[in-house]
């Protein structure tokens, strides 16, 4: 939208004139008054039919907003605004955004717009016969608001993230204990329970002792699983993808730039949001995103590249992480999801990171799946648009 080749007010219906109370007769104002003052606003104007034909753009809208702009307002809207302009009663202060990639940084705006009938001038004398078939829409940029926003919430989202990670640091500690003294205490069940079997030819004092043992544990067991902290329910709530993964690379900004680190985002420019539990998902594509960047680490002669693709498929939202490190073992593909697995230190990793990914995604009754033909690491997350709500019983 190079320049403005549209142009309405040519043939401005007479209605449109300014009334002054207390008069019967109005004064109509040249057409070309109303195009100059229009085209010197600072706010984006335009008219679009019913169809959301553009009839008219002033030079703020042609200079602030691009192609992606209307099918975003669409986005926002729905599907059946713009059909059933009959019945529309407008909008106010919508905001929209658009994510160009790797092509410059996102944009956000704050959209109104009101139905007006084109040629009758019932509409201006207020009556109900007129029926709207032009929009009229104002957009006024918003992003330097946006940015001063996110940086403030930024802040706060470290502080909320680094409380989360020790909580479930705790977690993952006590439930690798609690995992861990399962299995001896089985051990102990099953050698007296071979021993009541023997009867007689059993030693009682080794029977007495092993149950001893038994309950002994049982209790430490008892007390351990109530110190395990609670996980507060979250509510769901609306949630652009592309935000969200903008904001885990932003919380992971030093370290992709210590590690010398390439980004190749590539987004669908405006993606419809779902519902779910922000925190969940955004701890879900911090646990793949650190992952990858633990895979790539252990590179020190070859290029350290993730790659991000979002979009849409299938009424399902998806997400594409891609890394440059070594990939998973063929062998071990079919593990990783398992509880208290880890092919890293066991000293700082207790193997919970992806099964608690697995547990976010069954929650949103979406699919994961590990690309087996990549030659690092390729995951493809898939989220339902409509959510289907779910208990949380999570890591």
Request: proline share 6%; charged share 25%.
């Amino acid at each position: 939208m190079a320049k403005n080749d549209h142009n309405l007010f040519g043939d401005f219906p007479t209605g449109f004139r300014p009334r002054e109370k207390g008069l019967s007769t109005t004064a109509t104002l040249p057409p070309w008054v109303f195009a100059k003052v229009v085209d010197q606003l600072t706010t984006a104007v335009c008219i679009t039919d019913a169809t959301a034909r553009i009839l008219y753009v002033n030079r703020a809208f042609t200079e602030m907003t691009g192609e992606e702009f209307l099918p975003a307002l669409r986005e926002v809207l729905g599907e059946n605004f713009f059909q059933d302009s009959e019945r529309a009663q407008g909008f106010r202060d919508h905001e929209i955004s658009f994510d160009p990639g790797n092509s410059g940084e996102p944009r956000w705006f704050s959209c109104s717009g009101v139905w007006f009938r084109e040629q009758d001038s019932a509409i201006a004398h207020g009556s109900d016969a007129a029926q709207p078939t032009c929009l009229l829409l104002m957009a006024n940029d918003i992003t330097s608001l946006k940015r001063q926003q996110e940086a403030v919430g930024m802040n706060a989202m470290r502080a909320l993230l680094a409380e989360q990670e020790r909580v479930r640091s705790m977690r993952e500690a006590l439930q690798a204990a609690i995992f861990q003294m399962q299995g001896p205490l089985n051990l102990i069940a099953a050698a007296h329970d071979l021993l009541a079997r023997r009867g007689a030819q059993g030693d009682p004092a080794l029977r007495q002792a092993l149950r001893q043992a038994m309950t002994t544990g049982h209790e430490a067991l008892e007390r351990l699983q109530t110190l395990v902290p609670e996980v507060p329910l979250e509510a769901a709530a609306p949630v652009n993808i592309n935000q969200l993964l903008r904001e885990v690379l932003e919380l992971d900004r030093q370290r992709l730039l210590a590690g010398g680190m390439t980004v190749d985002w590539r987004p669908t420019p405006t993606l419809p949001t779902i519902t779910a539990r922000v925190s969940r998902l955004r701890g879900m594509f911090k646990q793949l995103l650190d992952n990858a960047l633990d895979a790539m680490e252990g590179n020190r002669h070859e290029p350290r590249e993730l790659r991000i693709e979002t979009g849409v498929e299938d009424q399902s939202v998806f997400v594409v992480i891609e890394d440059s490190g070594p990939g998973v073992p063929p062998h071990l593909r079919w593990r990783i999801f398992e509880p208290f697995f880890t092919t890293k230190r066991a000293a700082t990793h207790v193997g919970l990171g992806l099964a608690m990914v697995q547990e976010v995604v069954n929650e949103q009754r979406g699919v994961i799946r590990l690309d087996p033909d990549a030659t690092g690491c390729r995951w493809r997350v898939s989220l339902p648009i409509r959510h289907v709500d779910a208990d949380v019983n999570g890591f």
